[in-house]
């Protein structure tokens, strides 16, 4: 399958280069045509996102070009605004595509693409309607809560198997000494994204994933009872005085990357931190996964296996080129994540992916994660239209935390929507 999908590439680029010499807005380098990314990778990660590339640009003579920013939304929106598009843009937000689609700025993937994408499609990735525009190219869970297996054993403490022993376990900590919950939600301009996490996978949880839809396509209000229940039963953690490490001063202040830092002091301070996979990245060098710390999925609130959330990055197309609609095919396939999953800290999104090319524990484990959920989602926050997802929802998050008023603040959040929330059909660009 690998080598017909490379023959296919190789095929389509015989026609790539002088298709894009006769393409007015095309970029040709001496050595070929170029395809320019935009990305939230800096750094490892954008060294590890060109080895990913590298077999594509080898195969058909296409120069993938790579720029990144850390804050990857509002640097797109200030490109679009200035008619500044890439070639491709690798967003966090699949909100952020739809917004763009819905302008006509995005293209729709074409169907030798389509035709391509084996990933989880009971999360609607990327689709306007029933337009795809996107290829989800790196995921992860958020549904993890990491703790200390020391700890655990020294304490006679087990990992609970439902919401409701959780709990319990938290109770227990308490008595024993121990401010049960590690938690801190600063961000610089992306501060409350940690609150929203936990309000989505308790109203998957709670109220199921029906209802987890509409209410992330806007269909359920933010002051509809289920999801002021969700807040509510968060705030049985976040509001209850010696749960939390630090109390609201600490949540509110202290950046999410040192959120954990107090498990691994002498004696911890504080023993749960609910958190996705991208935690790892934050670990100090001395930590082993599996013996200074571990994680569980964060459990169901009934005896069935528990709902996952999940994220990632998802790629689309503002040019219609031929040697762009080649790399999105590309990046559909497994084969584009090989190299970075060696390297570790990828993810595939497909199922197929062979489990035996993760040189990273945790990686396999987290696809084991993804490939035996019976009900996955996407982050809500990410995939909420713009104004509420990255917006009123990560700033009523904060609100929240402070003052604990879940229908003020349910209401604020609302306030975000547009007075209009079901769009017109999608336009589709002409290219």
Known sequence: MQRRRASALVLLVAGVILAAACTSTAVVTQNGPVVTVFGGYRGVEAERFAASVAPFEEQTGITVSYVGAGSFAKAIEDRVANADYPDVAIFPQPGLIQEYARQGILLPLDEETQATVTQYPETAVGTVGDVLYSVWFRASVKSLVWYEPQVFAGQGYEVPSTW???MDL????????????CLSIESFGATGWVGTDWIEDIVLRQSGPDVYDKWVAGEISFEDDQIIAAFETFGEIVHQPGRVLGGTQR????????????????????????QGSVQQAQLPSWVTIGKET?????????????????????????ADRPEVH????????????????????????????????????LDRRVAEIMNRAAVIRLDGSDAMIPSVGTGTFWTGMVSYIRTGDARTVAADIQAGYPEVTHFPEVPVSEG
């Open 251 to 274: 949540i509110l202040n202290t950046p999410w990357t040192q959120a954990q830092d107090p498990m691994f002091e002498s004696p911890p301070r504080c023993l749960l931190n609910r």
């Open 164 to 166: 409701d022993e959780m």
């Open 326 to 361: 080649a790399l999105l095919q590309y990046l559909a396939t497994p084969e584009a994540g090989a190299a970075w999953a060696a390297a570790g800290g990828f993810v595939s999104p497909h199922k197929a992916f062979d489990s035996d090319l993760y040189g990273d524990d």
């Open 170 to 181: 938290t109770s227990r900590m308490e008595i024993d000494g121990y401010a049960p919950w």
């Open 294 to 318: 571990d994680s569980f999925v964060l459990p169901a609130m009934d005896e069935g296996e528990p709902p996952i959330l999940a994220a990632g990055e998802f790629a689309a197309a503002f």
